[in-house]
């Protein structure tokens, strides 16, 4: 028994063995046979839509589904196989590169379907045997690169499940950005730029023509999605805003034209953007001529701006003046001549060549024709070259000579791999993953002088050739170019556009304007309009004291606190300086007036001087009276120190000198009010206060009241002295020139001083008013300090509310005001007595009758 199931173990163990040995895979679903094929040492794959659409076939869930029908003959796709298969036997007529190497090929059709380009595409990767067994690299790829596909979803599809095996795929016009991205697309390269460049490219040129409010399209793909995010966000960066952004497929109910067109002609944009394919143009324009919308200047991409199709479609007409990106003119020697020579078609694909012939010619190969259809039967021989089709134009010669340079790519990479010298071995090892390490690096000229090389992303460099669409009188349309796109470049220097006239939309020569709000013109600033984009503006003018002297500014700057805004508010203009000049009418009459109290006092200190031995003069102390005139003088006189542009030396005296006259002149005011009560109290009975009050004492006590003036004034210019001062708080338009107080303590000091010494004068002449009439000045001290402090309790809130050189006026009013009052007062009275009374200046008259 043990024996027995030791030997049934050893069966199974080499059984076991046996089966890892024979690793086999197998085919799931029915094989897929490429549509152009032909034998080599090395089969190059190809992807390309022959058929731009399919039938729908409603599955029954009872059977497998149906292989695709495929219809709507695409010859686009024929003229990029054509391209493939030129390169491909040139390569193979060549003795330079892959000597001794015949290339095949395998071309499938995707059918503008992204299902089945992913079903082709693992095709190519896994051969369509049922069954396949090797030792060394079981269910390996059988192709070492795959050419295609035109759009951009399909080549993103076919990588997301390729990518794992590392088999490089080369596309020829798959531009979306998203495919540069080598974490999920690892193995894809292109010989077109990436979008990011074209779309950087749009928003450059809309930008350099003052298009700032757009309106765009886009296909509703990734091409056009992708595409449209990356103009955006440039856009954005460049100050353009979009008034709308709308996405369209060709597949899309009628609905969704209509709102398309609605959309525009509610718009206020002249520019839109369309980031469409030909197929997605061809289907609106001709709706877009049906509703006449036309006026708009379009801006497009290398997708239809080029497509000479689009340009003879109904409703071209819509697009003239167009401006975009195409990719740029290029010439392959010998490459027309072959397109349009089918026989390698006929060749590699009999079933795809009788579709191709019988659409490009309108006949059929069968002879079985079908009850009253007249119908010519092909012969195989008509004559392409006069057939004027979409197969027979080459003005997509420069994306054939991408796919040219696809297949010259991957025949340099293995020319390197297999270490090709004057002849390459037969014995191929296409590693994928060593073939897509060698191709991002590889670099070679075109027979055309023309560079090909990968950067990082697989991307080649982008440059694009800047078109616009021309009306001819015939009524067809010119592709001229009018300028180059090079981001190889600085980026001021990226887009060049050479002097041409360009042709705009309506036929127009002038640069059509789109703009959301207009050019903000200097002294103004823009300001965002609620709910609407950046574009969206009002202009509103700048604010007094601020200016803006560029357009469409943000801001206004505010002028420096010297200057002031113009009536524009385009510049700054230097202030005014307001102060109490000579010059002005107010500062005039207040020169005048200091000039006459001064003349006054000078008159009637003389007349006082003629008459001093009279007994008026002699009665009240005429050292007093002639001190006190003098000092009167001197008060008039320091107002003219308020008068004029401030410095130094006038702030620090006009104040000073002000302070130290007043407190002389109330000091003698006082000292004749203490020498008339003293006099009065000398003639009681046993008084003897004159001997203590005489004239000595009286000119110490003047000397005594103006010294402590004369301290206060020095502590204040010592501590903290008032100084110029240039003052823009009063007003804004204006710069008042006036004196700071320095210290405020020090400026009431001086005043409050000098009201103490007039109070005090006012209290003593008003208790000595009813003293007998030989000494009846008191009355006149009396009503004058009474007009005094009236005029300085009064100056205190007008001058703290007065501004400017108000200030200044209403201090120089309350000093002539309050001299004038003492000058009236105490001296008219008797200056009246002397001239027109001299009757009355007598000793007898002056101790008049006793009562």
């Known amino acids: ?156 599809a076919i990588n997301t499940v390729i990518g794992p095996f590392h088999t490089p795929m080369v596309s020829h016009f798959a531009t979306c950005a998203c495919l540069s991205n080598k974490v999920k697309y690892p193995s894809f390269l292109r010989t077109i730029p990436s979008d990011y460049y074209q779309s950087r490219a749009l928003a450059q040129m809309v930008k350099h023509f003052g298009w700032t409010w757009v309106g765009a399209i886009r296909t509703n ?58 197929m997605d143009m061809d289907e609106l324009i001709e709706e877009f001529a049906h509703h006449n919308l036309t006026g708009y200047q379009w801006v497009g991409t290398e997708g239809w701006i080029s497509d000479s199709q689009t340009a003879i479609a109904k409703g071209h007409y819509i697009l003239d003046g167009s401006i975009g990106l195409a990719i740029r003119k290029a010439h392959v020697t010998g490459l027309r001549e072959f397109m349009l020579d089918v026989k390698p078609l006929n060749s590699s694909g009999n079933k795809l060549f009788v579709e191709f012939w019988e659409t490009t010619f309108g006949c059929i190969f069968n002879l079985i024709k079908q009850t009253g259809e007249n119908i010519e039967t092909c012969t195989g021989y008509e004559n392409l070259t006069g057939i004027k089709n979409s197969f027979t134009d080459m003005s997509l010669m420069p994306i054939f000579n991408n796919v040219y340079k696809a297949v010259y790519a991957v025949a340099h990479t293995l020319h390197k791999i297999l270490g090709c010298g004057k002849m390459c071995s037969n014995t191929i090892a296409t590693d994928p993953q060593v ?27 982008a440059k694009y050739d800047i078109i616009n669409w021309q009306p001819k009188k015939d009524g067809s349309v010119e592709f001229v170019t009018i300028g180059l796109y090079d981001a190889s470049l600085p980026e001021d220097k990226q887009l060049h556009l050479d002097n041409l006239t360009l042709s705009w ?86 020169t005048v007036s200091s000039l006459l109290g001064a003349c006054l006092t000078a008159t009637v200190a003389f ?96 000397l005594a009241f103006t010294v402590v003036q004369v301290v206060i004034c020095i502590l204040w210019l010592t501590i903290n002295p008032p100084f110029p001062f240039k003052n823009f708080s009063h007003f804004k338009d204006k710069i008042i020139l006036e004196c700071a107080l320095g210290s405020p303590i020090g400026f009431w000091a001086v005043l409050g001083y000098i009201g103490l010494l007039a109070l005090l004068c006012f209290i003593l002449a008003f208790l000595a008013r009813k003293l007998p009439d030989n000494f009846n000045e008191a009355k006149f001290i009396t009503f004058s300090m009474l007009i005094f402090c009236a005029v300085w309790i009064t100056f205190i809130p007008a001058y703290v509310s007065s501004p400017g050189k108000f200030s200044v006026a209403v201090e120089i009013f309350a000093i002539l005001a309050s001299s004038f009052g003492l000058l009236f007062c105490i001296f008219i009275p008797k200056c009246y007595i002397i001239l027109l009374k001299p009757e009355k200046n007598t000793k007898k008259n002056m101790i008049g009758k006793k009562g």
Request: hydrophobic share 40%; with cysteine; aromatic share 10%.
């Open 435 to 461: 073939i897509l390490q060698n191709l991002k690096q590889i670099r070679f000229k075109t027979k055309e002088g023309e560079e090909v090389y990968f950067n990082e992303d697989g991307d080649p460099a």
């Open 607 to 702: 007349i006082f001087f003629r008459h001093r031995n009279t007994p008026i003069v002699k009665a009240n102390n005429s050292e007093l009276s002639f001190l006190l005139l003098f000092s009167l003088t001197l008060c008039f006189l320091c107002s003219l120190t308020f008068i004029g542009p401030p410095s130094d030396w006038s702030c620090m005296l006009r104040h000073t000198a002000f302070g130290i006259t007043f407190v002389l002149c109330i000091s003698c005011v006082l000292g004749k009010t203490l020498a008339v009560l003293m006099a009065f109290k000398a003639t009681l009975p046993g008084s003897n206060l004159m001997k203590w009050f005489g004239p000595r004492r009286q000119r110490l006590s003047v």
């Open 221 to 278: 793909d990734d091409y056009g999605n992708n595409g449209m995010a990356t103009f955006i966000e440039i856009a954005t960066q460049l100050g353009i805003c979009l008034e709308y952004s709308l996405p369209f497929f060709r597949t899309d109910p009628p609905e969704q034209k209509q709102k398309i067109i609605e959309t525009i002609k509610g718009s206020t944009s002249k520019v839109i953007i369309a980031f469409l394919s030909h």
């Open 1 to 156: 028994y043990i024996p027995l199931v030791s030997l049934i173990h050893i069966l199974l163990l080499v059984a076991s063995f046996s089966k890892s040995e024979e690793r086999v895979c197998s085919l799931m679903g029915e094989p897929e046979e490429p549509q152009l094929f032909k034998t080599g040492d090395i089969i190059l794959g190809g992807i390309f839509s022959f058929h731009s659409s399919w039938k729908n076939i409603e599955s029954t869930y009872v059977h497998s589904p149906l292989p695709l029908q495929c219809t709507s003959l695409n010859f686009r796709a024929f003229q990029f196989a054509q391209s493939m298969l030129f390169a491909i036997e040139e390569i193979n007529n060549s003795t330079d590169l892959l000597p001794g190497i015949k290339l095949g090929y395998k071309i499938y059709d995707a059918c503008g379907s992204i299902a089945r380009a992913v079903r082709v595409a693992l095709s190519l990767i896994n051969g369509n045997e049922e069954t396949a067994t090797t030792f060394e690299k079981p269910c390996s790829g059988s192709v070492p690169a795959i050419m295609g596909e035109t759009s951009s979803s399909p080549c993103m």
């Open 505 to 590: 939309a309506n036929n127009a020569k002038q640069v059509p304007i789109s703009v959301c709000s207009g050019t903000c013109a200097l002294g103004t600033r823009k300001v965002l309009q609620k709910g609407k984009p950046v574009c969206c503006y009002d202009c509103i003018p700048c604010a007094e004291g601020e200016f803006s002297n560029t357009t469409d500014s943000i801001t206004c700057a505010r002028c420096h606190p010297e200057f002031w805004s113009n009536e524009r508010r385009d510049d700054c203009k230097k202030k005014e300086t307001e102060f109490l000049s000579f010059t002005e009418i107010m500062g005039a009459i207040l």
